[in-house]
């Protein structure tokens, strides 16, 4: 309070002005607003204010009641609305527009390369895995990741049989047998089993279009961008992660980490059913449905029905002819990835698959199995 009365009006303007350019960088902005004069209301206010303004920067809260500067920030002023009455919030930088306020603050710090986040890696972390050494902030948190690794699913679908982690996944899950489709859209009234299915549905209303692959067409929400960046690999034959062991190189971060377990022998998903254990989760989850006679999956097209989704989207290019994958060699294209990859061990020569026995290697696992049993 003292040390505002002391600033000269130059003084108190230029305070103003640094603090409008900070939160212009944090804020969501749309347009260009007008600044009034509140002198009298900061004299009151002094050091209070700032400590308030102080406190919501680091802890990156959102105004509930919007005081001086953040008054003046249009996000906290102005609601728009589009045609058909959903909030939209539009980037002045590029034109894109957005419903959901994460995805709009997420897409404005592509923009201002700000993090607003960072200072949550200081918070304490006090819950250790004793597996793999990643920390948590609650203890149920621990306990939902501890099963990750010793295979642990306590809820069970009477249904099918098909066993989760956690509850929330496990009531998700039942929807799928009662049909219940509890997320409905304000605009045209369409339900949906999963709340991600009626956003991505929402945005068909205001016009916003998820990442889009220009190779082959797939899409991938803005949440995600990384996402869209690993499958480009796909395309491209990037890749940058290298494991130093055997020098075999890696399109996803994932797929590097699943691949190191070969080296170390570590399998943290073990099935209930049968004892048989895992390096990833994926391997895990299909084996699982070994155990299921369920086959959700099933083509418009023709019936036929599939267990895995994968499956399905392959079986679908069967009646549409498409083939996205093209090897760069020769120019021939496939329908899958994984067949891309087997048509250019043509051209490279590598024999990945190698039999325990006599060391002799393969280009392809079947080759291997079918050379594996003349040892039996």
């Not at 002391?6 to 409008?20: A, E, G, I, N, T």
């Not at 303004?53 to 990156?60: F, G, H, N, T, Y």
């Not at 993090?115 to 948590?136: D, H, L, M, V, W």
Request: charged fraction near 30%; charge should be positive; aromatic fraction near 10%.
């Amino acid at each position: 309070m003292e040390e505002w009365a002391l600033l000269d009006p130059s003084q108190k303007k230029l305070y103003r002005d640094v603090m409008q350019e900070t939160f212009r960088n944090l804020a969501s902005i749309e347009e260009k607003w007008e600044i009034h004069d509140r002198e009298d209301q900061n004299e009151n206010r002094g050091t209070d204010l700032r400590c308030q303004m102080v406190e919501r920067l680091c802890k990156s809260k959102e105004c509930s009641q919007c005081e001086e500067i953040f008054s003046q920030i249009p996000y906290h002023n102005q609601k728009k609305k589009s045609p058909t009455g959903i909030k939209l919030r539009k980037c002045t930088l590029c034109g894109q527009v957005f419903m959901y306020h994460s995805s709009f603050n997420k897409h404005m710090r592509s923009h201002t390369g700000h993090k607003p986040y960072e200072y949550q890696e200081c918070e304490e972390k006090p819950y250790k895995c004793k597996e793999c050494g990643k920390s948590f902030k609650h203890c149920q948190s621990i306990r939902m990741h501890e099963r990750t690794h010793t295979g642990q699913r306590p809820y069970e679908c009477k249904h099918c049989g098909k066993a989760f982690i956690c509850h929330n996944y496990f009531q998700i899950h039942e929807r799928a047998h009662s049909g219940e489709k509890p997320y409905k859209c304000t605009k045209c009234s369409k339900t949906f089993s999963y709340s991600s299915n009626l956003r991505k549905h929402e945005r068909t209303h205001i016009g916003e279009k998820p990442s889009e692959c220009k190779q082959c067409g797939k899409t991938f929400t803005f949440r995600y961008p990384s996402s869209l960046r690993n499958h480009e690999r796909t395309h491209t034959g990037e890749k940058p992660y290298k494991c130093k062991e055997c020098g075999k190189a890696f399109s996803c971060p994932n797929y590097f980490r699943i691949h190191e377990r070969t080296h170390t022998g570590v399998k943290p998903y073990e099935c209930k059913q049968c004892g048989k254990a895992f390096s990833c989760p994926q391997s895990f989850r299909i084996h699982e449905k070994t155990h299921s006679a369920e086959k959700p999956y099933e083509c418009t097209k023709c019936g036929k029905v599939f267990r895995y989704s994968s499956n399905l989207r392959k079986h679908e290019r069967t009646h549409t002819g498409e083939k996205p994958y093209e090897c760069k060699e020769c120019g021939k294209a496939f329908i899958s990835p994984s067949s891309l990859r087997t048509h250019e061990r043509t051209h490279t020569g590598e024999k990945p698959y190698q039999c325990k026995t006599c060391c002799k290697a393969f280009s392809l696992v079947n080759s291997l199995r079918n050379h594996e049993r003349t040892h039996m």
